[in-house]
């Protein structure tokens, strides 16, 4: 005699999308695990790992400036310019670049020095006393060689430390060390020290433009003004300093401004 079983079939197909829905859930969670390591990795691993390194930077530039420079060895300084590719209006804080600013030779009292900095190198110090930031500086604005070491990467082009024009400085603003993170807080009359080899150089906010586009160009210019919003700016020829990273945070949509200039 034959025993029929009825619905196993449907039973069966039943389990099958069970054990595929199952999988599936597996799957995902498996994704979401993977992306929130990444994201764990590249905003807290890279800021304490770029930290850490520029830090140590800093302590190396100092130990190497209470020594005498040797003689083969030109001082950290510099009045010059890299060479390479004009740069744009800060490079990616997660960021890209903007199009080629103008070339700018150094004018007026510049600190001693006998040749431009090395290309990607450091060769001085940003302190930002109002947000406990001390950063090193480097020579060009190239995401992997300078702003992702956590270091203030100086504009090839624009002048450097005490000199006439504009010391022009871009930095990451999440990720990497993130030295320009909180730059919207700063007021006017705050203090941004440059040292270098020899020299120490004392900056006072003057002005901010909140949001600008990336290829805003005149904010880096010798006297800075926005060509997007030319009411933000300065007039006259004078020692600048400029500061830019990307906004709004953890996009690099739009650039946020800080402008100085040399104290008496």
């Known amino acids: 005699m034959r025993v029929v079983v009825q619905g196993g079939g449907r039973r069966g197909r039943r389990a099958g999308l069970a054990g595929v829905l199952w999988a599936g859930a597996e799957l995902a969670v498996t994704v979401g695990v993977v992306v929130l390591l990444l994201v764990v990795h590249q905003v807290w691993w890279t800021n304490r790992q770029a930290l850490a390194a520029a830090r140590e930077e800093v302590r190396e530039l100092e130990r190497d400036w209470a020594l005498p420079p040797p003689p083969d060895r030109p001082d950290s300084g510099g009045s010059g310019d890299s060479g390479g590719s004009g740069p744009s209006v800060v490079p990616e804080a997660s960021s890209a670049s903007l199009s080629a600013g103008p070339s700018v030779p150094a004018r007026g009292t510049v600190p001693r020095t006998s040749a431009p900095p090395v290309r990607e190198s450091a060769y001085g110090v940003l302190r930002i006393p109002r947000l406990g930031v001390v950063v090193p500086v480097a020579q060009g604005v190239d995401k992997r060689a300078v702003l992702d070491k956590g270091y203030a990467g100086h504009y090839p082009g624009t002048a450097q430390p005490g000199a006439q024009g504009n010391f022009a400085l871009a ?94």
Do not use: M
Request: proline share 6%.
């Open 171 to 264: 930095g990451h603003r999440n990720t990497h060390g993130e030295p320009f993170r909180y730059i919207n807080r700063l007021r006017a009359g705050d203090e941004l020290i440059v040292d270098v080899r020899g020299q120490r150089y004392t900056y006072v906010v003057g002005r901010t433009l909140a949001q600008t586009s990336e290829r805003d160009t005149g904010v880096i210019a010798p006297v800075p003004r926005s060509t997007v919003r030319p009411e933000y700016g300065y007039d006259e020829p004078g020692a600048y300093i400029t500061l830019t990273t990307c906004t709004p945070e953890y996009t690099s949509t739009y650039r946020l401004v800080v402008w100085g200039t040399l104290k008496g």
